[in-house]
């Protein structure tokens, strides 16, 4: 397996726009997790879904973050409209459970300028 | 929701020496995973302990975990300018209660 896959690695945008981030888990991961990180707050869990289905999203900030996992091997995070608040590295991660290890993927550093 | 506390938040060691982190938490848990994230790098695995075990080792971590204490430390012997990175624990307990990192400590090894 290739891992846990997120496109794009860098999405440099103006603020207004929407962003849509991408998250291929590892196949057969039923647990799949949104985080973000900063210097300021650190690692912050945003959402996770279980067998595609959204189990707590009180870590998303605002109504203008929205996260879908429309089948087994493909999630998005998406920011409309995007805010320069929201620069950040933006992690997928996936596990086979809520309590085992977690596979993260390279990360989407987003800026919004 | 679950979140362990890195302590301490920087550590910078020479190539060689012993590097140890701790953790601490405040509730039960079901397991301690503890990770490493390199400059720019999403988060790696390095070990996960269980709330019956008191120590594991893997190569040249070690791990111990005391429940009564509610804390846990990593060890990094012998330790390499490769092994510069922060460093994650992550608690989890039973349920599906949502799992949060703690801020990390920062690890220099000095060449």
């Known amino acids: 397996d290739a891992g846990v896959i997120q496109s794009p690695r860098h999405e440099v945008t103006e603020m207004g726009q929407e962003v849509t981030l991408r998250c291929k888990p590892i196949?057969?991961?039923?647990?799949l997790f949104w985080y973000r990180q900063t210097m300021m707050r650190g690692l912050e869990l945003l959402i996770y879904f279980n067998n595609n289905v959204p189990i707590d999203d009180s870590g998303m900030p605002e109504d203008r973050f929205s996260a879908k996992m429309p089948n087994a091997s493909f999630s998005t995070l998406k920011i409309q409209p995007s805010e320069p608040r929201d620069s950040a590295v933006y992690f997928c991660?996936?596990?086979?459970?809520?309590?085992?290890?977690?596979?993260f993927g390279p990360g989407t550093r987003l800026t919004v300028l | 929701s679950q979140q362990g506390e890195e302590d301490p938040q920087a550590l910078s060691i020479q190539e060689g020496e012993n590097a140890t982190m701790n953790c601490s938490y405040k509730?039960?848990?079901?397991?301690l995973q503890w990770y490493r994230q390199n400059s720019g790098r999403g988060l790696v695995h390095l070990i996960l302990i269980r709330s019956n075990e008191r120590e594991k080792h893997s190569g040249r971590l070690r791990v111990t975990l005391d429940t009564s204490k509610k804390s846990s430390s990593l060890l990094i012997t012998a330790s390499r300018a490769a092994d510069t990175a922060s460093y994650f624990c992550?608690?989890?307990?039973?349920?599906?209660?949502?799992?949060?990192f703690g801020k990390g400590t920062r690890l220099s090894v000095i060449a």
């Open positions: 509730t039960s848990i079901n397991n």
């Open positions: 196949s057969g991961h039923d647990y």
């Open positions: 992550l608690t989890s307990s039973s349920g599906n209660t949502p799992l949060v």
């Open positions: 991660a996936s596990s086979l459970g809520p309590r085992n290890d977690k596979y």
